[in-house]
């Protein structure tokens, strides 16, 4: 059984068209796509309402328009995100003596864009290309407390999940919560996703200051006393610095 949606595929590879050859006209770029000359002027349309391409007048030419703009930054950032985590992760890791882990934040929610796991008889599962909710966990909260203010009200404004007995889902508390990462500049959760776990994150910079992702790692509780989790902390945040300076990040 098939789930692609052939419009979309057919769409896709006509905005593929259109980044390749900027400044063509419909009849050339039905041409190059092998689409009806009638359907490409339907799905340029489209894309043109969508912000993706953009019409220029008076010659009717198609080029690529803001929002291509802005997803090719976010690529180009996500991308570089990755290569870094690549080289870094493993002494992140092996400094923790855990398996660590990259989050970054699309909306409400954070997903998992690269993962080093530890060699441990015990250990949490791979959390890879996963999305959760930004309410609940380590990277979850941090990366709450570094959005902007839309994104807190929106996420402080709706109904939250509860996961486990400790799952932050009251507004006060967890404002609470997300103004003391701020504070700290580290995040920590006690079985807010997962019983019998323990998460810390430190933020990511990029080159313009912004917090783009986390830096964390998730243990069985019984494998983190105090003195472990301090150990956590200071290996996530000298990782977390190299991250940052690696993505052009001058700050303290």
């Not at 929106?154 to 507004?171: M, P, W, Y």
Request: glycine share 8%.
């Amino acid at each position: 059984m098939s789930y692609t949606v052939d419009v979309v595929n057919v769409a896709i590879e006509l905005l593929m068209v259109v980044a390749e050859n900027p400044g063509l006209g419909v009849t050339e770029l039905s041409k190059r796509s092998g689409i009806t000359k009638a359907r490409t002027f339907r799905l340029l349309n489209t894309l043109e309402e969508t912000g993706l391409i953009r019409r220029q007048d008076p010659a009717a030419t198609y080029s690529l328009g803001y929002r291509a703009l802005l997803v090719g930054a976010a690529a180009r950032e996500q991308v570089q995100l990755s290569k870094v985590a690549d080289a870094l992760l493993p002494a992140v890791g092996a400094a923790c003596g855990e398996s660590v882990l990259v989050r970054i934040r699309e909306a409400t929610e954070t997903v998992c864009i690269a993962w080093w796991d530890a060699p441990n008889t015990v250990r949490v599962e791979s959390q890879l290309g996963r999305y959760r909710p930004l309410h609940a966990g380590a990277s979850g909260k941090l990366l709450l407390a570094y959005a902007p203010e839309e994104i807190q009200e929106q996420v402080l404004g709706a109904e939250r999940e509860r996961f486990t007995s400790n799952t932050i889902t009251g507004a006060n508390q967890l404002k609470q919560s997300i103004q003391k990462v701020r504070e700290q500049g580290y995040s920590i959760s006690y079985a807010e996703k997962a019983i019998d776990t323990v998460s810390v994150a430190t933020p990511i910079f990029d080159a313009s200051g912004a917090v783009i992702a986390s830096l964390a790692t998730t243990a069985p509780s019984s494998r983190v006393p105090d003195e472990k989790l301090q150990v956590l902390i200071t290996a996530l945040q000298q990782g977390a610095r190299q991250f940052s300076q690696e993505l052009g990040y001058t700050g303290g």
